[in-house]
């Protein structure tokens, strides 16, 4: 028995060392008590057993230590060079698959233990970045305080995930990180769930929730699609717009390009634009003079003009009389603007060049409107905006405003008035 547990259990004395030390120990005690109702049983030296009753010790044997003293020697656990070594050969077979089996467990614990630490270290996670502040911003479009502050914000509402399962493989941090990823870079589930070593499943399931949270928090929660006013504009007014003190905000249309749906032919005529010569969705864009995204549209289908947008969507309804609108000269909207709110447009070409005069308004409106394209621009350096895949078609609205509201997250783009910036 105890060649067979050596040889196919050679960490079984390793282990059950301790089971074993405890119950030697445990019958040792009880021999020592045993010896000791032994001795209450003998009379002292010099006198006879009575056969009546029995005897009590009356005297000390000489070799006893006085009271209060402490001896090794006397101790029955003293000596263990006098003890003969444990054999598993007395326990039963019971006892035996036991004290096996709890080994062959510790075993296994130890080795899943291992086999966590190392899935942990080959995860990618914030923490492995948070020194990099270079590539913090490749990963996500934002620099570690930004993000830090988005955390911290996100981390104060529950979450109820997509798909109706939660996700505890990863914190919530590190989805915050994959999901901006996915937005910054568009990589694809596979590559993100090898990153982070989780099914590509959970990677779906972790970025439709955090778009839709992201989306709640920073665009209905925070910007809510509310035009700043002339005054609050004129806080911080760059030197390009002292000829439009009075802007309000300036207008551009832009085109993300969306897969087809093939199955039903209405709707890829309705996204395919003739501009672009593909299925596209639009959106409006508004920008404050500063340079800060104060509007963003739902996203439309390609084949909708930029007065029909306008139109549409509702921007039109929070201007008041004395506010002025800057757009490009394809927004044909003066006609819908309410009244007293003046709509400033670059001049049309009707005669071979233009006038002094002209060519010097159209470079102030040029000077001013160039504002709303750099923002655009940054929109657009999300690169999930490169290409909307059908099945992130049902969330193309959101992605878009996240994407927009994350550029206000960023360093601002008039420098000239990142002082004045609250």
């Known amino acids: 028995m105890t060649t067979t547990c050596m040889l196919f259990y050679p960490s079984f004395f390793n282990v059950s060392r301790l089971i074993c030390l405890q119950s030697l120990f445990s019958n040792i005690i009880l021999n020592s008590k045993t010896d000791r109702k032994r001795k209450l049983h003998f009379s002292t030296p010099g006198s006879t057993p009575s056969s009546n009753k029995p005897s009590t010790v009356t005297s000390t044997p000489t070799n006893q230590p006085p009271s209060g003293s402490a001896s090794c020697s006397s101790s029955p656990m003293a000596d263990f060079t006098s003890l003969e070594p444990f054999s598993p050969e007395g326990m039963s077979k019971q006892d035996m698959d036991l004290v096996l089996l709890k080994t062959e467990n510790l075993r296994l614990a130890e080795d899943l233990k291992k086999l966590e630490q190392q899935l942990v270290q080959r995860r990618l996670s914030y923490e492995q970045v948070k020194e990099d502040e270079k590539l913090i911003r490749h990963y996500t479009g934002l620099s570690p305080t930004a993000f830090l502050a988005l955390h911290a914000v996100c981390s104060r509402f529950p979450i109820n995930f997509h798909r109706g399962w939660n996700v505890v493989t990863i914190s919530r941090q590190d989805q915050l990180f994959l999901t901006l990823m996915k937005l910054r870079l568009n990589l694809s589930y596979i590559d993100l769930g090898l990153r982070f070593n989780i099914s590509d499943s959970t990677v779906s399931n972790i970025v439709s929730t955090w778009i839709c949270v992201l989306n709640e928090i920073l665009v209905n929660g925070m910007m809510g699609n509310q035009i700043p006013s002339v005054a609050k504009n004129q806080l911080c007014l760059p030197g390009s717009f002292h000829n439009f003190s009075n ?57 909708r003009s930029d007065k029909a947008i306008v139109q549409h969507c509702g921007v039109l309804s929070q201007l008041v009389p004395g506010d002025l609108v800057l757009a490009d000269k394809g927004f044909l909207i003066l006609d819908d603007m309410p009244q007293g709110v003046s709509l400033n447009l670059p001049p049309f070409l009707m005669k ?56 206000n997250l960023q360093n601002p783009i008039l420098q000239e008035t990142a002082g004045s910036l609250d």
Do not use: W
């Not at 085109?255 to 032919?265: H, I, S, T």
């Not at 078609?393 to 994407?403: E, G």
């Open 247 to 303: 802007c309000r905000i300036v207008l551009d249309c832009t085109e993300v390009q969306c897969a087809q749906v093939r199955d039903d032919m209405s709707v890829q005529k309705e996204t395919f634009s003739n501009y672009k010569s593909r299925n596209t969705f639009k959106a409006l864009v508004g920008v404050a003079p500063n340079g800060v995204i104060t509007y963003v549209s739902n996203l439309y289908p390609g084949s």
């Open 352 to 407: 071979p060049q233009f006038t002094e005069c002209e060519a010097k308004f159209t470079v102030k409106i040029a000077k001013a409107r160039i504002h709303v394209e750099r923002a655009i621009g940054r929109i657009k350096d999300y690169a999930i905006l490169t290409f909307i895949d059908g099945h992130l078609r049902q969330f193309a609205s959101s992605i878009f405003k996240v994407c927009a509201t994350l550029v």
